[in-house]
């Protein structure tokens, strides 16, 4: 009976271990799962990404192959070890021997089931483009003075995502209109030497080629004033506790100062070059740009300012805007029409108004005593958007007028200018 009973429990331990190892070798029933970045459209040589993903046995291998024109061509073969959970690949087609047009990739996947392997298998439409954009440009006697801006007109050959001009580490959007063309403002930046001053035109279309052209254009170099400013102690213990809030840490007024003056203008430089992104694509000012009444102060545009206290200079910075004055808590006019992007502190103008006009271009209303807008807003050239006053970086009650092209300032003198803008920018919109 005993031998009878052992018998038994062997052939069940048999059919268990049995039971075992097939649910071990079948148990995976799910094949890889596959995914492309990008999954289509336009693509050049730039790499491609490939994501496969098989939570049980893992992946095993992935092939990957191209057929445009020709038959297909293997771009990429790989075998993993077990445990290969998470397969995340780039690759490129400089091999795939493709020519422009249209294209599929497959790309099978197994994993690692030890009977029956899992396959999957999914395949994508491309283009394949490798031509760059041309770009045909349609101004011409593009003058432009050192600090100011320029408008440029110009076509190109296929959608690109992204186009403008480039002026050293500067980039200047462009933004296509309703006849195709594409209008865009640039600078010829006030820190720039002439020779270093070398405008092109860039495209990118959609599979990221870069197309280039070079165009006519007669800089003029400008030299710019030097100024000093001799800080008090008045001054600096009654206006640096505002910046207390941004650099709790910073215990006296002159350090306060500094941290201000030069890590808050940075910050707040930063803060206007994403801002010059939020941008109509059409231009919604009419006409020249409103300057407020009252007088010109010292401070015109690019001034270089030394800093002095007691006697010894401790800081040097540029001014970017152009200070008016007036009677104390004056009425302050939106330059011209457009849609506010900012209303607040904003740290070293102060209680500060932005607003766009769109193609990237922008005006600044710093030092206010009131602001009576918010952002999204839309207003008129001329409407009273605050009072003048002499919050932040301010001595007295003053407007400091700046204007930005895609973030950068610009001599805002040019924009007051009904000639000027006439002849160096809607005239050049007209005559295309
Ligand atoms: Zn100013």
């Known amino acids: 009976m005993a031998s009878r009973l052992i018998g038994k429990l062997v052939v069940f331990a048999v059919i ?11 148990r995976d029933t799910a094949p890889p799962e596959i995914s ?23 992946v095993r291998k992935i092939v990957i192959s191209a057929a445009g024109q020709g038959g297909p061509v293997t771009v990429f073969s790989k075998d993993y070890p077990a445990g290969a ?38 395949s994508f439409t491309f283009t394949f483009d490798t031509e760059p954009p041309k770009i045909t440009v349609k101004t011409i006697a593009h003058n432009i003075n050192q600090g100011g801006a320029g408008l440029i007109v110009y076509a190109v050959s296929e959608d690109a995502p992204k186009s403008g001009v480039a002026v050293g580490e500067r980039f200047f959007h462009g933004y296509r209109q309703a006849s195709g ?11 720039s030497t002439l020779s270093g001053y070398s405008p092109r ?10 197309g280039e052209a070079g165009f006519g254009f007669l800089p003029k170099p400008k030299a710019f004033k030097r100024d000093t400013i001799s800080l008090s102690d008045k001054f600096l ?30 910050d707040n430089a930063k803060t206007l070059l994403e801002l010059g992104m939020k ?20 401070a015109g545009f690019a001034d270089t300012r030394s800093y002095m206290y007691n006697g010894g200079k401790i800081d040097e910075q540029t001014h970017l805007g152009f200070d008016l004055a007036s009677s104390e808590h004056a009425p302050v006019p939106a330059a011209n029409d ?48 605050g009072l003048s006053g002499a919050t932040g970086m301010a001595g007295g009650d003053h407007l400091h007028f700046g204007m930005m092209l895609s973030g950068w300032p610009v001599n805002p003198l040019e924009w007051f200018d009904e000639h000027w803008i006439k002849d160096n920018v809607t005239g050049k919109m007209a005559g295309i």
């Not at 491609?48 to 049980?56: F, H, K, P, S, T």
């Not at 047009?101 to 392997?117: K, M, P, Q, W, Y």
């Not at 904003?346 to 009131?370: A, K, M, N, P």
């Open 16 to 26: 268990i271990a049995v039971a075992g190892v097939a649910w071990l070798a079948l």
């Open 36 to 58: 492309l970045d990008p999954a289509g459209g336009a693509v050049s040589s730039r790499p491609i990404r490939v994501m496969v993903r098989d939570a049980g046995s893992g």
């Open 85 to 122: 959970k998470d397969v995340k690949e780039s690759f490129t087609l400089s091999q795939a021997g493709l020519k422009d047009g249209r294209f599929s990739l497959t790309v099978a996947a197994l994993d690692h089931r030890a009977i029956g392997e899992n396959r999957a298998e999914k």
């Open 181 to 191: 063309d594409y209008y865009c403002l640039f600078v010829f930046p006030w820190d």
């Open 201 to 210: 035109v860039v495209a990118d279309d959609a599979a990221g080629n870069s």
């Open 237 to 266: 213990n009654e206006k640096m506790p505002q910046f207390q809030r941004s650099f709790p840490d910073v215990k006296s007024p002159v350090d306060l100062f500094l941290k201000a003056n030069r890590d808050l203008r940075r």
């Open 279 to 298: 941008t109509d694509t059409k231009p919604l000012w009419r006409g020249s740009f409103f300057r407020m009444d009252g007088t010109a102060t010292m």
């Open 338 to 385: 457009g849609k506010v992007v900012l209303a607040g502190f904003f740290g070293i103008y102060g209680e500060c108004v932005v607003i766009d006009h769109g193609l990237g271009l922008q005006s600044l209303y710093g030092h206010l005593s009131r602001i009576d807008v918010k952002p999204g807003d839309s207003v008129k050239r001329g409407q009273t958007i």
